[in-house]
């Protein structure tokens, strides 16, 4: 059972990220679904590809026979998943004019997260909103 657990959240941490709102990180949803369901995924949804739409899809058919406290929970934490997601996607869009500005010989996706945390002005209050949605702060 530990070890669903364990590649379940590695592959819910790897998840590529996207929403503006107030999001759940990757640890905490991943941990919320391990305590909750991990004894109705062993069940249910045994030899399931552990990436999350698949798991999704599986726990939503057993829906039935799932514990009260994993049907509360998995749509609570595949829906945060969905928003960090979206958050970190839109990062990108709303830090356009910051990143031309501040981080302009840096075009790689790995370096301009790091270039707009590590500025210390000229960063709209928009593109701070958008990289603490993401996480990234």
């Known amino acids: 059972m530990s070890r669903i657990r364990a590649i379940f959240l590695v592959l819910l941490i790897a998840v590529p990220a996207r929403a503006l709102a107030e999001t759940m ?6 941990a919320m679904l391990g305590a909750s369901c991990g ?5 249910n949804c045994r030899g399931v590809n552990l990436d999350p739409v698949r798991m999704k899809d599986c726990m939503a058919r057993n829906r039935d026979s799932m514990t009260p406290k994993c049907q509360e929970d998995y749509l609570r934490a595949f829906n945060a998943i969905l928003q960090r997601v979206k958050a970190r996607a839109a990062v990108a869009k709303m830090c356009e004019r910051e990143t031309a500005k501040l981080c302009g010989a840096q075009k790689e ?3 301009l997260i ?11 209050a928009r593109c701070n909103q958008a990289i603490s949605a993401a996480g990234y702060r």
Do not use: M, Q, R
């Open 25 to 30: 990180n990757f640890e905490d949803a991943a």
């Open 39 to 43: 004894k109705d995924i062993d069940e």
């Open 114 to 124: 790091p270039c707009l945390l590590i500025a210390t002005s000229g960063v709209s």
């Open 109 to 111: 996706d790995g370096k």
